[in-house]
């Protein structure tokens, strides 16, 4: 019996070092295991280190190129508000003008039994400046005189023969006949032009035009509409449309309001040189002054052209700031 004790005792001493050893053994196993994951573990975090440093790099950067555009920005902003003036482009040798021109003058009548009136005529110059000295253009002129205007013309036996339908009236004065006159103009006119004057505010010049025009009366008789001949102040029968050669010289001057846009203002003297009815062009000889806008379309495209792409400069640098804004936050 005490030998069967002995040989158990043995037996329990075996098996516990037996569960000492694999403890142990599970315990080294383990502590291998943890060394692998701290060093793992060290690996990222060495790996994170980095990368947080370039993303700090990014964003030094980002916030450099960010403060830069807020320069360029706010130096743009400056010279748009203080206006600073640009560099100053080449003036053209040749510079296209649009002139509307609005022209006061009087219809003088001296060979017939009209009186003289005031006379509005309307026009359009077309014109090319050089260097800003000399200008020669082209332009087309309008007047309607009269307007059905309704008159007493004299009686004649000629109007009685050529217009026997007329209605004649008997008057203080005597026989008359109660008429309707419109006198209509149209020429066109070569100009030349020299400014003797210029500034920045005002241009002072000597226009000169010698062109060529029509003009023609039409006379009714207000109660029939019977054509009624044109009769002189000698009583004699008159031409009714007459072909002419205008000139005129004066002085002009301009206010520019901007490099696109002028006001122009002149007076002088016009003289027909030329009328293949003798009865009609004396008539138009006499004084005039005119108002008129004048244009630059060459310098408004200019204009227009530079103001765009100022727009398209600043819409990209807003966008520029809008991107440095994104990425930084």
Known sequence: MKYFCLKIKNFSSIISAIVFFIFFSFVAKSQTN??????????????????????????????????????????????????????????????????????????????????????????????WTHKGRFRIGAGGYFSNVGGKKTILYKYNPIIQQQAPNAQIYTLSQGKVYLVNYNMQLYYITPSFEYAYYKSKWLDLSI??????????????????????????????????????????????MMINLSKDVGLSAAFGYRYVLYESAANLGDDFNAFYWQAGLQLFPGNIKSDLKRDFDKWKAKKKLRKEEKLAKKIKS
């Open 207 to 252: 226009p000169l035009e010698i062109g060529v025009g029509y003009s023609k009366l039409l006379l009714t008789d207000n109660t029939s509409g019977e054509n009624i001949p044109l009769i002189t102040k000698s009583g004699q029968l008159g031409k009714s449309d007459s072909y002419l050669i205008p000139s005129q010289i004066g002085a002009a």
């Open 34 to 127: 943890n060394d692998s994951l701290v060093s793992t573990i060290n690996k990222l975090i060495k790996s994170n280190d980095s990368l947080l440093k370039k993303t700090n790099t990014l964003i030094t950067r980002t916030d450099s190129i960010t403060k830069n555009n807020y320069v360029l920005l706010k130096n743009y902003d400056s010279l748009v508000k203080k206006n600073i003036p640009e560099p100053a482009i080449p003036q053209k040798k040749w510079n296209f003008d649009l002139q509307l021109d609005q022209r006061t003058s009087y219809y003088n009548s001296t060979t017939s039994e009209f009186s003289s009136s005031a006379v509005s005529i309307i026009g359009l110059s077309l014109g």
